[in-house]
C-alpha cells in the first residue's frame, strides 16, 4: 500500500533526477561552448601557420598537417559528443516520461483503495455489502437460468406425453 507521502516522496525524487539532468546537460553545453572556442582558437592558429607555410618552411608544414589533424579530431569529438548527449538527453526523457506515466498509472489504481481506507465504518459496510449483494445477484442468476433450463425440458417431456396420449386416443376411437 502506497501512502499519499509515499506517492510524493516518489514525485520529489523524479523531480530532483530531473533537475540533475538538467544541471548535467547545461554543464555538457558549457563544454560544447568551450570545445567551440578551442576549435575557433585552433582554426586561428591553422590560419597562422597556413601563412606562414606559404612562406616555405617544410618543418612548420608539419606542424600545419598536426594542426590541422587535431582540429579535425576536435570537431569530430565535438559531432560524437554532442551526438552522445543529444542520445542521451532523450534517453533521460523518455525514461522521464515512462516512470511518471508508470507512477500515475500505479496512483490511479491505488486511489479507490486509499478512498475507501478514508471512509468511516457505514460506508465501508455499505460498499462490503454491495460487494456481497453482486455475488448473490449472480449466484440466483445462476440459479434462475438453471431453472429455466430445466422447466423447458419438463414441457418438452410433457409435450411429448400428451402427443403420446392423443395418439393414444386417436387409435382407440379408430379400433
Known amino acids: 500500500v502506497v501512502t499519499r507521502d509515499d506517492v510524493e516522496e516518489s514525485l520529489k525524487a523524479n523531480w530532483q533526477y530531473v533537475k540533475d539532468k538538467e544541471q548535467l546537460l547545461k554543464d555538457l553545453h558549457s563544454q560544447i561552448e568551450e570545445t567551440g572556442q578551442r576549435l575557433s582558437?585552433?582554426?586561428?592558429?591553422?590560419?597562422?601557420?597556413?601563412?606562414?607555410?606559404?612562406?616555405?618552411?617544410k618543418t612548420q608544414a608539419n606542424k600545419i598537417m598536426n594542426l590541422e589533424k587535431d582540429i579535425k579530431e576536435v570537431k569530430d569529438d565535438l559531432h560524437r559528443t554532442t551526438e552522445y548527449y543529444r542520445n542521451a538527453l532523450k534517453a533521460v526523457k523518455e525514461e522521464n516520461d515512462r516512470l511518471v506515466e508508470r507512477h500515475m498509472k500505479l496512483s490511479k489504481e491505488q486511489a479507490p483503495e486509499n478512498a475507501v481506507r478514508y471512509l468511516d465504518k457505514n460506508s465501508r459496510r455499505e460498499i462490503e455489502e454491495n460487494e456481497w449483494l453482486k455475488e448473490e445477484v449472480k449466484i440466483y442468476?445462476?440459479?434462475?437460468?438453471?431453472?429455466?433450463a430445466s422447466i423447458q425440458l419438463l414441457e418438452e417431456e410433457?409435450?411429448?406425453?400428451?402427443?403420446?396420449?392423443?395418439?393414444?386416443?386417436?387409435?382407440?376411437?379408430?379400433?
Do not use: M, P
Open 141 to 148: 442468476q445462476k440459479e434462475v437460468s438453471d431453472l429455466e
Open 41 to 57: 582558437a585552433k582554426q586561428g592558429e591553422r590560419d597562422y601557420w597556413l601563412e606562414y607555410k606559404n612562406v616555405g618552411s
Open 158 to 175: 410433457n409435450i411429448a406425453l400428451v402427443t403420446k396420449l392423443i395418439d393414444s386416443r386417436l387409435q382407440n376411437l379408430k379400433a
